[in-house]
Every structure is written in structure tokens, then in C-alpha cells.
């Protein structure tokens, strides 16, 4: 592989960075705040790429690569060539997103949080008898660690369906701290209705119910009181 071929390969992958940043399939690897730092990435690939190839076509033949020995002159491995295969893969198939498969490898303990998170809002919308829409992240914490502001409310949540043991199955969502690799499961056990099938993105409304007591922790649970299956959002994480 001579060297302007190389930086076609370079080219092909800053383009597909760029492909990934201009679309919504970006969502399915990193956070949304990132989409400026791929963007930025990939075009910086392209440059360098194109810059070092027109510098190499432009030298007099009295520069040119040395002979290897075997009349090739500097070659890269044929190897090279192996990542051409997951930079198409990536332009024409779009990979789905973390979902139930990964939640069944976790436990559904939520952990206790460093700090407390403002949930002044609860207190505020206390008199209020519509479900409190929550991230499926909050509710898995707040329910097990704040209790108090918990009780007695009718919550809505949004995420797909992960099925559990012995019947059990839990609204789940993946959250992200930079990307996929250290994405963590929340999960919230649904108790009172039959389970959707797994995967199945639903919006459950329902009432706070005492948590799970496991011997590795608690499980944030609720008594649902409906069901509506919807489409998965462009951003699957949370």
C-alpha cells in the first residue's frame, strides 16, 4: 500500500467520523456534548490526510521512496487494509443502541449517590395529581435513597423493557458518563401489570411502591398502573 493510498484510508476514516457526528448515529456510542469533538476529529483527519498526500505527489523524482528490496518501494502491511472493512461498516449499517442484553448483565441495585440531588421540584408539585415525568436514572435513585419526597406520588418513565427472574421484568435505561464503554444500567422492577417484550420501548405511569430488598441492595420499584408502547428516542441514553 503506497503512501497516497494510505492517506485514503486516513480520508475514509475522518469521513466517517464526520458521517457519524452529522447524523444521529453518533448518539449510539458517545453523550450529545460530544458531537463537536467528533466533528472537529474527522475533519482534521481529512486535512492531514489530503495535506500529506499532495506533499508526497509534489516531490521530484530525485526523493521518492527507496526501494525495499523487492521493487515496492515503502509500503505499509496489506493488514492496512483491514480497516477499510469497519469504516464502510459504519457508513452503511446503523449499529443499534445498549439495551436490554446489556441491562441483564448488571445488577438493578441502584447506588447510593456521592451527593444528593436537588429534587426540590417534587416538594413543589406536591399537590399535583398527574404523573411527575422522570428520568428512568432519577426515579431509580431518588425511590431508594429519598423515600420521604417519594411516597404517595404517581411518576411517568420512559425506557425499554428488561426482563428479570422468576417473572420480574424492570423499565430500563442506559446511562452514560463519556460513551458506551462505561455505560451503566438503571432499573426500575414494574410491578402490577404483565411484561411487554423485551426491549419494547414503553412510557409506564404508576406509583412509588417500596423498594426490592436483595442481598446486594435495593431495587427502585413501581406499581404501574399503565402502559403505552412509543418509539425509541433519537437518544437512547440518558
Not at 431508594?144 to 404517595?152: A, H, I, P, T
Request: with cysteine; hydrophobic share 45%; proline share 7%.
Amino acid at each position: 500500500m503506497r503512501r497516497n493510498v494510505a492517506g485514503l484510508v486516513v480520508v475514509f476514516v475522518g469521513a466517517a467520523v464526520v458521517q457519524l457526528a452529522t447524523s444521529n448515529t453518533y448518539l449510539r456510542f458517545v453523550k450529545p456534548g460530544m458531537r463537536w469533538m467528533l466533528l472537529a476529529a474527522g475533519v482534521i483527519l481529512i486535512v492531514l490526510a489530503v495535506a500529506d498526500v499532495l506533499a508526497d505527489t509534489r516531490k521530484t523524482p530525485g526523493h521518492e521512496h527507496a526501494d525495499d528490496g523487492h521493487g515496492h518501494g515503502h509500503l505499509l502491511p496489506r493488514a492496512a487494509w483491514l480497516l477499510v472493512i469497519p469504516i464502510f461498516a459504519l457508513l452503511v449499517v446503523d449499529p443499534p443502541a445498549l439495551g436490554a442484553d446489556a441491562a441483564q448483565r448488571q445488577s438493578p441495585v441502584a447506588a447510593k449517590p456521592i451527593a444528593p440531588k436537588g429534587n426540590s421540584f417534587l416538594s413543589q408539585s406536591a399537590g399535583s395529581t398527574a404523573p411527575l415525568p422522570l428520568a428512568v436514572r432519577d426515579y431509580a435513585v431518588w425511590a431508594v435513597w429519598e423515600k420521604e419526597s417519594m411516597k404517595g406520588r404517581n411518576f411517568q418513565l420512559t425506557g425499554f423493557v428488561t426482563p428479570g427472574k422468576n417473572g420480574t421484568w424492570y423499565v430500563s435505561r442506559i446511562g452514560l458518563t463519556c460513551c458506551v464503554a462505561d455505560g451503566m444500567a438503571f432499573m426500575v422492577e414494574a410491578r402490577g401489570q404483565a411484561s411487554p417484550p423485551k426491549n419494547q420501548w414503553i412510557t409506564v405511569t404508576g406509583e412509588w411502591a417500596e423498594p426490592t430488598k436483595r442481598a446486594d441492595g435495593d431495587v427502585a420499584a413501581m406499581t404501574v398502573t399503565g402502559i403505552r408502547t412509543v418509539t425509541a428516542p433519537a437518544n437512547q441514553y440518558e
